[in-house]
């Protein structure tokens, strides 16, 4: 997720949905369909997206609730998935993966005690996107004309460069370090309700008086995904410190310290592995009478679904598109 507290340094206004209207964004389809995902099992029995055979896919009803959004503000959503994790990230996985462990703990202690309200916060935080909510959220997705990316590596690196080659209008993520791998603008909020927030690089770097060098050099000394920051410096200390040294290796050394992947990250930023291989088909339309079939048949009841795919319907109506590209 980045270092939130980049936010500080970051130019973000709220922009509405009005002005976006009619235009195709690049959503991290990870960090969008994780969020709907915690929320589905926060709010909805688990009874209501557990197959017979234990199989949990709350990600069909959290792709229902939250693809209206988008449709009815005329955005034409393209959804980019993760590739291979890059090696840099391999410890924050590995933090992730111990934190959703102390959670699954945790939850079974609440079971066994009755407390039905820790255990449905808790059920949430030990949600992981398993080899049948990737295929099925593929599979709902593409019966709903939504087009698919498939990434090398990280989904917010393909983002921003599809935003930054022009591909696409925006990236959507929540993510901080898409500014660092220089998405020109990112959409955050697209899963919050009211308008979303506007994060624009080239304002950030006005505002900052720096090139995109320079503000990687900053995310690198206080941490990103792929790197431990230097104790104590945040961003605006990082941004002080960029400014009278010049650059990422005279601070390390005004400092006495190191940062062992420093290098490695850098370049990552500057230059990490997408693929222009891909197309995004503007010549389909959502076929919702498959997609409710579809969910239907991995036991969703209806209810769950049936104002999100009547919302789809008006969406379709009241836009007058065919398709969503």
């Not at 690198?220 to 941004?239: H, M, Q, R, Y």
Request: aromatic share 6%; charged share 30%.
């Amino acid at each position: 997720m980045g270092n939130a507290a980049f936010r500080e340094l970051a130019s973000i206004e709220t922009v509405p949905f009005d002005e976006l209207r009619g235009s195709t964004v690049a959503i991290d389809a990870h960090n969008w369909l994780y969020r709907y995902l915690t929320t589905t099992v926060k709010w909805t029995s688990s009874e209501a997206y557990t197959t017979d055979d234990g199989e949990e896919v709350a990600n069909l009803i959290g792709v229902v609730k939250g693809l209206p959004k988008l449709f009815e503000n005329d955005l034409s959503p393209v959804m980019v998935f993760d590739g291979a994790v890059t090696d840099l990230k391999a410890a924050e996985v590995e933090e992730r993966r111990a934190a959703r462990k102390e959670a699954e703990m945790e939850l079974e202690r609440a079971r066994e005690r009755g407390d039905t309200v820790a255990a449905s916060r808790l059920e949430s935080r030990t949600q992981r996107l398993t080899p049948t909510i990737q295929e099925t959220t593929r599979e709902l997705l593409s019966l709903l004309s939504v087009p698919i990316v498939e990434a090398p590596a990280e989904g917010e690196a393909q983002t921003a460069r599809m935003a930054k080659s022009g591909r696409v209008d925006y990236a959507g993520t929540e993510d901080y370090d898409a500014l660092l791998f220089g998405s020109p603008r990112t959409l955050r909020g697209l899963t919050s309700s009211g308008d979303p927030e506007l994060m624009d690089l080239e304002g950030t770097l006005s505002e900052l008086d720096l090139d995109l060098e320079g503000l990687i050099d900053v995310g690198i000394l206080c941490g990103t995904d792929f790197n431990e920051g230097i104790s104590g410096v945040g961003p605006k200390t990082a941004l002080k410190e960029i400014r009278e040294h010049g650059d990422l290796w005279s601070v390390l050394e005004a400092r006495g310290e190191t940062i062992e992947n420093a290098e490695t990250v850098r370049a990552l930023f500057l230059d990490p592995p997408v693929t222009e291989e891909y197309e995004i088909d503007p010549s389909g339309s959502p076929d919702v009478s498959a997609a409710r079939e579809y969910v239907a048949e991995w036991g969703i009841p209806e209810e769950e679904v049936a104002r999100g795919f009547e919302r789809i319907e008006e969406a379709t109506t009241q836009t007058g598109l065919d398709s969503w590209t």
